[in-house]
């Protein structure tokens, strides 16, 4: 019997509008499954079981009386990068480790007054820097599927826990792939919706202009409800998009017959792992036998979008973590004046991979380097997005792998940082046009590890990336359970 804490949102939500179980059941199933993998997964940096279960007793008084939101009950995980009023926010550095902030980020406080149940912040690469998630100051995430390997970053302890039954679904941000890839390597439903759609407000930043918050579902209409419970126009985000939000779960119909499918010639070449290849290119053919029009199609300048996400998300980060001296709020190590009591508190607070990153941006954004550099960066990020909106002038949606290979051994790429960065080498385009892209599990590999496919769609469309990879879903019917939880 499937335990509750291992169902859909949809199935959950159903259970609950019937009275055939309750938030508060639900709630402790996900709790007890913490109890029971935590001391193996470390998907967790904060627990809130005491709120959890108050807020679930709340949504349950709420379903009975008829006034229920599709999100109301279920109980959710937060990225830890996601500001939350009274609850510690980390980003997973030292640098912000005591840190309780007195507000809540737009999307959780969606979620909140939508009835929704918080489980807890989950661990994430620091400040969401990394594809492993082992950038972490508080020790690495291992993939449920296989606890010597890792569960992709940065959102990794959110995909994890989505995939072992610690949490029903969860939030995470998407930089350059940190949503799409450890769904790929967990086994579950990874969205990054278009720039803007979900308020950025409240999301402690990494790079300005590429974050996004996505979500990680086992299912593509958990996605949907999901999405749409947190999209829209918000007041405090400038950059937040005023389109109104269509009703993405009417737009699962399962017909895919005529829609154009672009595979992307250029995510099959070499470093992809064969296995990968195999399995998105067996998943195409199921779109094909759907009644989807299949054909190739080519983005030339994503050969360069790695070098130029690299130039301008730590640029942007550069600038944005420069906020953390010691100062206003965070770590403070003492020294003889101010300029070494900053020089102290940042090399003590900043983790290895987060000092890369703000050297190698602050050089970019140098007197003498910045158009050679931060400038020309932008001019490829251009042309990346002309080659978009030249594969979409003659195709609905694109394919590619979302990740070239299933999840890689702790510790295996840790000494390689290009390795490491090649992990996004599929997901990052989609970050640099702002265009929206879904990664959905399409097999498991011959050790048993989970295969993601991506879909990408125009800017806010959506409605048919959902409806392409739910009509995908329904195809495949498959059931990735990880081992541990399937013993």
């Known amino acids: 019997m499937t335990e509750l804490c291992d169902r859909s949102a949809s199935e959950l939500a159903e259970l609950l509008r019937r009275g055939e179980t309750s938030s508060v059941e639900v709630t402790r199933a ?85 009835g929704s149940v918080l489980l807890g912040k989950t661990n994430c690469d620091e400040f969401a820097m990394g594809s492993s998630n082992e950038n972490s100051a508080f020790g690495p995430v291992r993939n449920p599927f296989d606890l010597e390997r890792v569960p992709g970053g940065s959102s990794g302890g959110s995909a994890a826990a989505v995939a072992a039954g610690e949490a029903v679904w969860a939030l995470g941000t998407d930089t350059g792939g940190s949503v799409r890839q450890p769904a790929a390597l967990c086994g579950v439903v990874g969205l990054k919706p278009t720039y803007g759609l979900v308020s950025r407000y409240g999301l402690i930043a990494f790079a300005s202009s590429l974050d996004t918050v996505g979500t990680f579902t086992r299912s593509v209409r958990d996605a949907a409800v999901l999405l749409q419970a947190i999209a829209g126009k918000a007041p405090m985000d400038a950059t937040s998009l005023p389109d109104p939000v269509p009703d993405y779960v009417a737009a699962l119909t399962g017909d895919v017959r005529r829609l154009r499918v672009g595979v992307i010639s250029e995510a099959f070449g070499e470093g992809v792992q064969p296995a990968v290849a195999a399995g998105v290119r067996a998943a195409v053919d ?100 002309r080659d978009y909106e030249a594969a979409f002038a003659r195709y609905d949606v694109l394919v590619s792998p979302t990740s070239p290979t299933t999840a890689f051994r702790l510790g295996e790429k840790v000494d390689d940082p290009l390795a490491m960065y090649l992990s996004d080498v599929f997901t990052i385009p989609a970050n640099l046009a702002g265009v929206p892209a879904i990664s959905v599990p399409v097999g498991l590999d011959e050790a048993g590890l989970p295969i993601g496919l991506q879909l990408t769609a125009p800017v806010l469309r959506e409605d048919l990336l959902l409806r392409v990879a739910d009509a995908l879903e329904r195809e495949l019917a498959l059931d990735l359970r990880p081992p541990l939880v399937a013993a």
Request: charged share 25%; aromatic share 8%; hydrophobic share 40%.
């Open 30 to 114: 996900c709790l007890a499954r913490m109890d029971a993998l935590e001391p193996h997964l470390n998907a967790y940096l904060t627990r809130t079981d005491d709120l959890a279960l108050e807020q679930a007793a709340r949504a349950d008084e709420r379903i009975g009386a008829g006034d229920a939101p599709a999100v109301a009950g279920i109980p959710l995980a937060l990225k830890d990068v996601l500001s939350t009023r009274g609850v510690r926010t980390t980003c997973g550095s030292r640098i912000l480790e005591t840190y309780v902030p007195p507000f809540d980020c737009t999307p959780w406080a969606r979620l909140a007054e939508a």
């Open 286 to 385: 199921r779109l094909a036998d759907l009644g989807a029009d299949v054909g190739e199609v080519s983005l030339p300048q994503t050969d360069y979008a790695l070098s130029a996400y690299y130039l301008i998300a730590p640029s942007e980060a550069s600038s944005n973590l420069a906020r953390y001296d010691g100062v206003r709020y965070g770590l403070r190590v003492e020294g003889r004046d101010s300029v070494e009591m900053m020089a102290r508190t940042r090399g003590a607070g900043f983790g290895p991979e987060v000092k890369r990153r703000i050297m190698l941006g602050t050089y970019a954004l140098s007197a003498g380097y910045y158009e050679a550099y931060y400038g020309q960066a932008q001019k490829v990020r251009t042309l990346i997005i």
